[in-house]
């Protein structure tokens, strides 16, 4: 029984690991990643996108759209062409406040978060 | 002193050739789209009701989410099993209503009655707008209350004196439906009470709607025609590509066996496109494109009306026309709006005896937002109106603030320079759409 609960706590730390960059923390607006797994560069994004992203939204809309591949707005494919073409709106909204190299590190984050996300 | 003391003739002259444009103005901006699509306000306005450029996509695209058609569908599907009944019927799942009301405050120290702080202005909109599936879209805008310098009935609009026959009810600003890409063609139909597509921004598509342009919202002599007054008619319009929107129309005129026609073409330069689309950007360079846009457009309108005899049959026919040119240009957190129209009315008087007019009208308006999200906009706007009876120009700066997406307060002051003397007017609103 021992070797057998053993054996699923591996699995179960395994299968953690394998999604740690999906690591959700909290719910609904107070919805957070646990960026203890992401790779240094991608933490550094991370910081950036936590600060900049929430003065318009709650980072759930774009958790939300990464775990699923779906824009939960616009129901459109939330994909690799879809992180660029938001970080261009988000760079062109006028109050968006996030300057090229800002909005290029959230699309490297997101796509990287996608690429977690099919793992 | 607030103002340079004039006889109390100029005044009324210079209240009753501000009057018209202190209708009401109604609102695209409408909370009904934010409970469809579960979205912030933000998505489609600056500081509502001025439009962004997703949300004049939204406009264009027959209020239907920009991209959706397919996506929603399977969506709603997937994750709402419970909803089929709106997928199959083509239903909102939402009740698509909307309450917009609005609050005024006048000064006027020179005010011709001796109230010169009036409070008594206000008014309460009620609005529709929707889709079905996404085959048709719908919009209404019904004034359910208004007093004072808004009160809508009590001025000579167009809606109550050239489209809508004696016992019925003016305050229908708008109902119409778009039949979008028809027949499985680009061409979007729109049947019912609009406002033709004649400039680039719908008299509500501003940060202060009160007043609106004078560039599109002057009238000359008696005729009551303005380019942005509602009317009775059908518009087909359509995007050619990407960036060129083209509109043409027929307004239905009662008491003549003649409709009005009309046209639009408008054009945009980089940044989204009319579909919604984000531009291509470089995210490793700078180019100016990066965040400049530049919309051109042109329009003109050919019509006929008149003075109704008892039996209501238009008399004394008076032909017009409007030609017009407008750009809208956006940098950044700048915005710059320019609008000009010229007009030629052949009995504007509606005499027996004809007098034709020449008009000219322009406006320019420069808003900056501020804010992040925006929530500030100061604005700076100029206009000039010649419509045949001396030249009027008015200079306004205002500003609005928005605490919350669905509340605006704004306050403003215009200056007027007219043949007849000079006049200031102070005027603060607080508006809000629930």
């Keep these: 029984m021992k070797k057998l609960l053993v054996t699923m706590l591996l699995v179960a730390?395994?299968?953690?690991?394998?999604?740690?960059?999906?690591?959700?923390?909290?719910?609904?607006?107070?919805?957070?990643?646990?960026?203890?797994?992401?790779?240094?560069a991608m933490k550094a994004n991370y910081e950036i996108m936590r600060v900049k992203c929430v003065k318009c939204h709650t980072l759930e809309r774009t958790i939300v759209a990464i775990q699923t591949g779906v824009a939960p707005i616009s129901g459109q494919p939330f994909d690799r062409n879809a992180t660029k073409a938001y970080g261009i709106k988000m760079l062109r909204k006028p109050d968006s406040n996030m300057n090229k190299a800002e909005v290029k590190a959230s699309v490297d984050l997101m796509n990287y978060l996608l690429s977690e996300a099919e793992k | 002193m607030f103002l340079k003391k004039n006889t109390v003739a100029v005044m009324f002259l210079l209240g009753v050739s501000c009057a018209p444009?202190?209708?009401?103005?109604?609102?695209?901006?409408?909370?009904?789209?934010?409970?469809?699509?579960?979205?912030?306000?933000?998505?489609?306005?600056?500081?509502?009701?001025?439009?962004?450029?997703?949300?004049?996509?939204?406009?264009?695209?027959?209020?239907?989410?920009?991209?959706?058609?397919?996506?929603?569908?399977?969506?709603?599907?997937?994750a709402e099993p419970g909803n089929e009944w709106s997928i199959i019927s083509g239903l909102p799942q939402q009740i698509p209503l909307s309450l917009t009301a609005s609050a005024d405050l006048a000064y006027d120290e020179d005010a011709v009655d001796g109230n010169k702080l009036d409070l008594s202005t206000r008014s309460i909109t009620l609005q529709a707008g929707g889709s079905f599936r996404d085959l048709f879209g719908f919009f209404a805008t019904y004034n359910l209350y208004s007093q004072g310098m808004q009160r809508a009935s009590s001025l000579t609009n167009p809606a109550n004196n050239t489209n809508v026959?004696?016992?019925?009810?003016?305050?229908?600003?708008?109902?119409?439906?778009?039949?979008?890409?028809?027949?499985?063609?680009?061409?979007?139909?729109?049947?019912?009470?609009?406002?033709?597509?004649?400039s680039l921004w719908k008299k509500s598509n501003r940060i202060l709607p009160v007043p609106s342009y004078a560039s599109t919202t002057y009238r000359v002599g008696a005729s009551p025609f303005s380019s942005d007054a509602t009317e009775d008619g059908v518009e087909l319009n359509a995007l050619l590509g990407n960036r060129l929107f083209v509109a043409g129309g027929v307004v239905d005129r009662n008491g003549q066996d003649r409709e009005d026609g009309y046209g639009h073409i408008s054009l945009k330069i980089g940044g989204t496109d009319f579909k919604g689309q984000e531009p291509e950007v470089d995210l490793e360079k700078d180019s100016l494109w990066d965040y400049l846009s530049v919309t051109l457009g042109a329009f003109g309108y050919w019509g006929q009306n008149g003075e109704f005899n008892a039996n209501g049959v238009a008399q004394n026919l008076n032909s017009f026309r409007r030609i017009g040119a407008e750009a809208d240009i956006l940098y950044q957190r700048l915005h710059l709006k320019g609008s000009g129209s010229f007009g030629r009315d052949s009995n504007p008087e509606f005499g027996v005896f004809k007098a034709p007019v020449d008009s000219k009208a322009y406006t320019l308006e420069a808003e900056y937002y501020l804010g992040a999200?925006?929530?500030?906009?100061?604005?700076?706007?100029?206009?000039?109106?010649?419509?045949?009876?001396?030249?009027?120009?008015?200079?306004?700066?205002?500003?609005?603030?928005a605490p919350l997406q669905n509340v605006r307060m704004s306050l403003e002051y215009t200056h007027s320079i007219a043949p007849e003397g000079t006049g200031n007017i102070a005027f603060a609103s607080i508006a809000f759409s629930m």
């Design chain 2, 165 to 198: 026959p004696p016992s019925n009810d003016p305050d229908l600003d708008e109902l119409f439906l778009v039949w979008r890409q028809a027949l499985g063609s680009p061409v979007n139909v729109k049947v019912g009470r609009f406002e033709p597509k004649l």
């Design chain 2, 21 to 78: 444009l202190l209708a009401p103005g109604t609102a695209n901006a409408i909370p009904a789209f934010s409970r469809q699509h579960k979205t912030e306000c933000s998505t489609c306005h600056t500081v509502y009701p001025e439009l962004n450029e997703f949300g004049d996509a939204f406009l264009k695209n027959g209020y239907v989410y920009p991209h959706k058609k397919d996506a929603a569908k399977g969506a709603a599907k997937a």
């Design chain 1, 13 to 40: 730390a395994t299968a953690a690991t394998a999604h740690a960059g999906l690591r959700v923390v909290g719910k609904g607006d107070a919805m957070r990643l646990d960026p203890s797994g992401f790779p240094p």
């Design chain 2, 373 to 401: 999200p925006v929530n500030v906009v100061p604005l700076f706007r100029y206009e000039y109106v010649n419509a045949g009876d001396g030249t009027i120009k008015r200079l306004t700066p205002a500003i609005a603030y």
